[in-house]
T-cell receptor
């Protein structure tokens, strides 16, 4: 069974700080996606990373896929209150099955 | 608004009952995915359909079943409901049948089993 772990589970920071959240597995994935979910709503896709070692940037967010395709990180620069939410990583296995991590709940205080 | 619609938004029912959740994908999307999200288990992938056929299966209980109709809308049937089935059920759609496609999630159906 493929499992994804995310750390930290909770993170509360002040506006303007930088942060990194992690997504780890012992399994290899064909691709990995990051989503943000706000209370009462469905997750919204932020990025898909496909190639080992790949780095993608989305404004103040930087995503990296590990060389071995087993882990990923999300770095946010100068966090803003609008970044508050649940960040989920999702791995896509070679059998086309999807596995979501438990999420990192981020709170950015003004 | 993702373009994915789910009905009903809320559902309250008793143990042992059967319910049907409905999902309409974005226009042009052929894939539909169903997920269960509960507080203690996170987002669990249940099943995927692509153009009417089952494409991938996750942690879906035997009491649950799904189908995708020719007009591409999908239904998730939950039977012999238990208290532990109380959760948010999300539907997502994408254009492709592979994991590379962006998934667009609906607003979810909150199921409460009493």
């Amino acid at each position: 069974t493929q499992l994804l772990e995310q750390s930290p589970q909770f993170l509360s920071i002040q506006e303007g700080e930088n942060l990194t959240v992690y997504c780890n597995s012992s399994s290899v994935f064909s691709s990995l996606q990051w989503y943000r979910q706000e209370p009462g709503e469905g997750p919204v896709l932020l990025v898909t990373v496909v190639t080992g070692g790949e780095v993608k940037k989305l404004k103040r967010l930087t995503f990296q896929f590990g060389d071995a395709r087993k882990d990923s990180s999300l770095h946010i620069t100068a966090a803003q209150p609008g970044d508050t939410g649940l960040y989920l990583c999702a791995g896509v296995g070679y059998g086309q099955n999807f596995v979501f991590g438990p999420g990192t709940r981020l709170s950015v205080l003004p | 608004d993702s373009g994915v619609t789910q009905t009903p938004k809320h559902l309250i029912t008793a143990t042992g009952q059967r319910v049907t959740l409905r999902c309409s994908p974005r226009s042009g999307d052929l894939s539909v995915y169903w997920y269960q999200q509960s507080l203690d288990q996170g987002l669990q992938f249940l099943i995927q359909y692509y153009n009417g056929e089952e494409r991938a299966k996750g942690n879906i209980l035997e009491r649950f079943s799904a189908q995708q109709f020719p007009d591409l809308h999908s239904e998730l049937n939950l039977s012999s409901l238990e208290l532990g089935d109380s959760a948010l059920y999300f539907c997502a759609s994408s254009t492709t049948g592979t994991g590379y496609g962006e998934q667009y999630f609906g607003p979810g159906t909150r199921l409460t089993v009493t």
